[in-house]
């Protein structure tokens, strides 16, 4: 059994996953790009009854293009998010906060129509304008 543990900044806040990700896929969306202050996010999708939080969140909701409802969990005392809901039966936490350089390389890509023009991704990730 796989067991990994995602953590905010300060280690206040941490997700303990003990599944592998259904899906680790990158965003290019305006929105993941102001989240992460970087030029696309990076997540990993697992299946909700594979996590386990533990330690105090602040929340965000946002409305994604496509009307669903995004829940994210940051840590009120350094602002890292370490988890968000992006449906009932799943949650996704951004690849950083694992902070393991072999974890798992994306499969997805997704908003590249919102790219950077310098991001070249690997030929084998599946891409979605």
Not at 14 to 35: G, K, S, Y
């Amino acid at each position: 059994m796989t067991i990994r543990t995602a953590s905010c900044s300060c280690g206040q806040l941490t997700a303990i996953v003990t599944e592998d990700p259904l899906r680790v896929a990158v965003c290019h969306c305006l929105a993941c790009q102001r989240r992460t202050g970087s030029v696309f996010g990076a997540q990993a999708r697992f299946r909700s009854a594979a996590v386990t939080m533990e330690g105090q969140s602040q929340q965000y909701v946002r409305i994604g293009d496509e009307g669903s409802k995004i829940t994210f969990n940051f840590c009120p005392t350094c602002g890292a998010t370490v988890h968000y809901r992006v449906d009932a039966e799943h949650i996704a936490i951004p690849v950083g906060a694992f902070a393991e350089p072999g974890f798992p390389a994306p499969t997805f890509s997704v908003y590249e129509e919102r790219k950077h023009a310098w991001v070249v991704l690997p030929d084998y990730i599946e891409h979605m304008a």
